[in-house]
């Protein structure tokens, strides 16, 4: 069965940088594709980016360019989300997912980590 577990959320001080990971398990990756997503109090889910494992390859939503990151491990299953000069909107949950390819719908999720930004 497939899992995704996020984990590296918190409190952070605006103006700061986080790194989130995703860890990924009973999973073979041949052209699956990574997204991050995140949801804020009262509002949609939100798309960020996503990476594609085979090429390592990203695409990051254009309201998050400059700011964000995207990476993966394969040796540790893990993906790895980082964005950069955090505010106050940045305030939600992060989610990871998981889809066959980019082109797919994302069709594992994790559970979510949540991030406050403080001001």
């Known amino acids: 069965q497939v899992q995704l577990v996020e984990s590296g959320g918190g409190l952070v001080q605006a103006g700061d940088s986080l790194r989130l990971s995703c860890l990924i398990s009973?999973?073979?990756?041949?052209?699956?594709?990574v997204g991050w997503f995140r949801q804020a109090p009262g509002k949609e889910r939100e798309f960020l980016g996503r990476?594609?494992?085979?090429?390592?390859?990203?695409y990051y939503s254009p309201s998050m360019k400059g700011r964000v990151s995207i990476s993966r491990d394969g040796a540790k299953n893990t993906v790895y989300f980082e964005l950069n000069n955090l505010k106050p909107e940045d305030t939600a949950v992060y989610y990871c997912?998981?889809?066959?390819?980019?082109?797919?719908?994302?069709?594992?999720w994790g559970r979510g980590t949540r991030v406050t930004v403080s001001s």
């Open positions: 990476i594609a494992w085979s090429t390592g390859s990203t």
């Open positions: 997912a998981a889809a066959p390819n980019t082109y797919s719908p994302y069709n594992f």
């Open positions: 009973g999973h073979t990756f041949n052209n699956d594709a």
